[in-house]
């Protein structure tokens, strides 16, 4: 299958060395995971550490984020159609396919990860739709898709790496096995997803869009129950 956009490499998008790419990501990772696995208050934590984190991540990838928003500017239309009529599709399917999957498997009931970020919108609503509307969906995809992209070569690795990285990150908040662990198919199907809409277009603000979008929806849901 052909690239969609005839656009540069990801590695030409490298403001920095893969290792220093990698420090920043192991970093992310260990605070990120510790956080989550180790706060009293997991969620409401992690979501002040994304806002504080948010503008010293703009600042050190900007360039990269400038010149995907100018290739966003130039085929906007070709990405709008990629992204409605082939993207969200497969995004459905393998939606759908980890719904099957998760109850085959015996999972039932909500998330941890949502019952934990319903929990911080009770405690700040602003907060709340900032960090997950905005900051996490910039951060996350910075370091779980370009990071890894640029590191990862064989492209099936990347794939199921980055989603089982993602996957794990959103069910750490309750590390109840076993659980807890059946949630881990329904972020790692969506985050294939995301992976795949960056790899076939290697334009960061696409998996961030639509993560947004994903999150906004995932924040109405949450309000219209409190």
Known sequence: MKKIFKIPAVEDFTDYKKSIN?????????????????????????????????????????????????LLKENWLKYLIFGFLIYTPITVVLGLIGSVIFILIGGSGESPNNLAATSALEQSVI???????????????????????????????????????????????????????????????IALGWAFLYDRTNNIWLPIISHSINNIIGVIVMLSSL
């Open 127 to 189: 907060l709340g739709v900032v960090a997950m509307a905005i900051c996490a969906p910039v951060i996350e995809e910075l370091m779980f898709r370009r990071i890894l992209k640029l590191i990862i070569k064989n492209r099936i690795a990347f794939y199921f790496l980055t989603s089982l990285l993602f996957g794990l990150a959103h069910i750490i908040v309750d590390f109840s096995f076993p659980a807890s662990f059946p949630f881990i198919i329904t972020y790692f199907t």
């Open 22 to 70: 990698l420090a920043i990501f192991t970093v992310y990772v260990i605070v990120s995971f510790s956080i989550l696995a180790f706060s009293s208050r997991p969620f409401e934590t992690y979501f002040i550490v994304l806002s504080v984190m948010l503008p010293f991540t703009l600042y050190f990838y900007r360039k990269v984020l400038l010149r995907d928003l100018k």
